[in-house]
T-cell receptor
């Protein structure tokens, strides 16, 4: 299956700063990547679908001006949390689907963001 | 609305068998997934069911009944490393993945 790498794994930042998280598909050209957020003891929540060369599609309730997504190439999507606040502290995970019949998702390692 | 229900937590003994149930009410159905997630890590794929019946893969098996909106994940010969959360997810008619909250499985020696 597809190999997906995320960076950084851990990030601690001050309130009001911006943080960029990278998601790379290492062996598969992904026209679509998915960004999820997971709060402790809760399920994965889809934030947005990142589309190569076009605007991301955001889920209801997700602020597109706060969570900037850029999918400039077939192997890289970035999520920037702008003006981060403590309530943005969460586990952010990206995933890729190879487009097989099963629709299986391959996940990056995840990035844990802590905003002080 | 769309809903997926699974138990919050289960406890089992090393070497034993455990069954984790998942019931769903979704707008359409295009398959059901089970993922394993260790604490602080991303989920990893375990199984996919789209037709009724049992799919066996080593120590893990997954069952689906579409008419009942029901699935279970069966784990045999439990090992300590199986301690993790198990997530049930359904692909709806729009090919959107609807996630359950996960079942935390605790394995005791």
């Amino acid at each position: 299956g597809a190999v997906v790498s995320q960076h950084p794994s851990w990030v601690i930042c001050k309130s009001g700063t911006s943080v960029k998280i990278e998601c790379r598909s290492l062996d598969f050209q992904a026209t679509t990547m998915f960004w999820y957020r997971q709060f402790p003891k809760q399920s994965l929540m889809l934030m947005a679908t990142s589309n190569e060369g076009s605007k991301a599609t955001y889920e209801q309730g997700v602020e597109k001006d706060k969570f900037l997504i850029n999918h400039a190439s077939l192997t890289l999507s970035t999520l920037t949390v702008t003006s981060a606040h403590p309530e943005d502290s969460s586990f952010y995970i990206c995933s890729v689907s190879e487009g097989t019949d099963t629709g299986e998702l391959f996940f990056g390692e995840g990035s844990r963001l802590t905003v002080l | 609305g769309q809903n997926i229900d699974q138990p919050t937590e289960m406890t089992a003994t090393e070497g034993a068998i455990v069954q984790i149930n998942c019931t769903y009410q979704t707008s359409g159905f295009n398959g059901l997934f089970w993922y394993q997630q260790h604490a602080g890590e991303a989920p990893t794929f375990l199984s996919y069911n789209v037709l009724d019946g049992l799919e066996e893969k080593g120590r893990f098996s997954s069952f689906l009944s579409r008419s009942k909106g029901y699935s279970y994940l069966l784990l045999k010969e439990l090992q300590m490393k199986d301690s993790a959360s198990y997530l049930c997810a359904v692909l709806d008619s729009n090919y959107q993945l609807i996630w359950g909250a996960g079942t935390k499985l605790i394995i005791k020696p």
